[in-house]
Each structure stands twice: as structure tokens, then as C-alpha cells.
């Protein structure tokens, strides 16, 4: 499965697109700093990145964030870096 992701989308493969618009926005975390870009980022051992879409307070993002560091990070992926992709998506139900 293959994600597009750019600082104002998070898009999946079945074209559902989660974008910042007025009522909600994308947010990235690495090690929880906020980031507006995560494409640059040289990954390093045991680097956290949250990618946050919705409405949330900062005392949201802080509960997202600390659910992010209870995970155990598992395996190893490309160039032998280990990293862990929490991925929140907040939608509303009408």
C-alpha cells in the first residue's frame, strides 16, 4: 500500500484524501517536535513520527504523542533504521 503525503494531504491508494482545509488540519510530529515537513528528515534509530488530521488541542496532540511512544517498535525497514508511523485520522460521522 502506497500513501501520497505532502504538507497539506495525506492521501490513500483507494483515493480517500485527508487535506487541511478550515476546519481541520494535517499535523506532523518527529520525536514530538512539530514539523511541517517530514520528507526531508533523515531517519535515525527509534525516531516517532505522528501524522495528525483533525481539529485537536495541543492536549490532544500530547495523548496522541504519548500513545505513539507506548508502542513497541518491531523489525527493521530500508537502509536498516528503525521507525514507527502513528497515523491518527479523525473523521466526523453526519
Not at 534509530?45 to 495523548?63: A, Q, V
Request: proline share 3%.
Amino acid at each position: 500500500m502506497i500513501f501520497t503525503v505532502n504538507d497539506e494531504c495525506f492521501a490513500f491508494p483507494d483515493g480517500r484524501e485527508f487535506c487541511t482545509n478550515e476546519d481541520y488540519s494535517l499535523k506532523y510530529y518527529i520525536n514530538h517536535k512539530s514539523t511541517g515537513n517530514i520528507f526531508d528528515h533523515v531517519l535515525e534509530d527509534d525516531d516517532r513520527i505522528l501524522i495528525s488530521f483533525g481539529p485537536e488541542t495541543p492536549e490532544e496532540i500530547e495523548e496522541q504523542l504519548i500513545e505513539l511512544d507506548s508502542q513497541i517498535i518491531k523489525g527493521w525497514i530500508t537502509n536498516r533504521h528503525k521507525i514507527i508511523l502513528f497515523i491518527i485520522i479523525q473523521t466526523i460521522f453526519f
